[in-house]
């Protein structure tokens, strides 16, 4: 299957300052790619969509100005959490959507950042 | 807007039992497609099984099947066979053709040896 790698898989870092979480699609082109939030022993939340070249869209309720996604091309999508506070602190997810013929409708997976926020 | 439902939190399997996850849905989309994901305590999620709306036939991948009820809105999993690494959170998911996934709340399933 195609392989998405997200990196970093841990980050600590000081309240007020960004973290910058990478996820990259290395044998397939994504035209979509998803962040999600989880909390433990829960579902997945979705946060936002992204598509190469355009704006993310941001679920409701999710800051787009504290979680700033970007979607350079159709390999990278980075989530910058701006400004951290310990309640950022989570695991995030990312998934790309496949852009090839019968598979553009399954999503790949990145292994997930944990953030602990101190 | 499309939502998927899983109302058991928990359930427990002997090994080499068979254990069956129950899965409801609904969509108002006519193409659309149904996932089971394992996350492992690692919380790398992993692709399980997968059906396409369209299909009568119910998918099948090696010990899981699956019980695609599409007029009852039912997608449930089964697992024969189990085995101690089945051990997970399992997710059942949804997506249209062109929307994002939707997840259920998910079923931890622990695996007594």
């Known amino acids: 299957g195609a392989v998405v790698s997200q990196h970093p898989s841990r980050v600590i870092c000081k309240s007020g300052t960004s973290v910058k979480i990478e996820c990259r699609s290395l044998?397939?082109?994504?035209?979509?790619m998803f962040w999600y939030r989880q909390f433990p022993k829960q579902s997945l939340m979705l946060m936002a969509t992204s598509n190469e070249g355009s704006k993310a869209t941001y679920e409701q309720g999710v800051e787009k100005d504290k979680f700033l996604i970007n979607h350079a091309s159709l390999t990278l999508s980075t989530l910058t959490v701006t400004s951290a506070h310990p309640e950022d602190s989570s695991f995030y997810i990312c998934?790309?959507?496949?852009?090839?013929?019968?598979?553009?409708?399954?999503?790949?997976f990145g292994q997930g950042t944990r953030l602990t926020v101190v | 807007a499309q939502t998927v439902t899983q109302s058991q939190p928990e359930m427990s399997v002997q090994e080499a039992e068979t254990v069956t996850l129950s899965c409801t849905y609904d969509t108002s989309e006519s193409d659309y497609y149904l996932f089971w994901y394992k996350q492992p305590p690692s919380r790398q999620m992993i692709l399980v099984i997968r059906?396409?709306?369209?299909?009568?036939q119910n998918a099948t991948e090696n010990r899981f099947s699956v019980n695609f009820q599409k007029a009852a809105k039912s997608f449930s999993l089964k697992i024969s066979d189990s085995q101690l690494g089945d051990a997970a959170m399992y997710f059942c998911?949804?997506?249209?053709?062109?929307?994002?996934?939707?997840f259920g709340k998910g079923i931890t399933l622990s695996v007594r040896p």
């Open positions: 998934s790309a959507r496949a852009f090839l013929p019968g598979m553009n409708t399954e999503a790949f």
């Open positions: 044998d397939f082109q994504a035209t979509t």
């Open positions: 998911a949804l997506t249209g053709a062109n929307s994002k996934l939707t």
């Open positions: 059906q396409e709306a369209y299909k009568q």
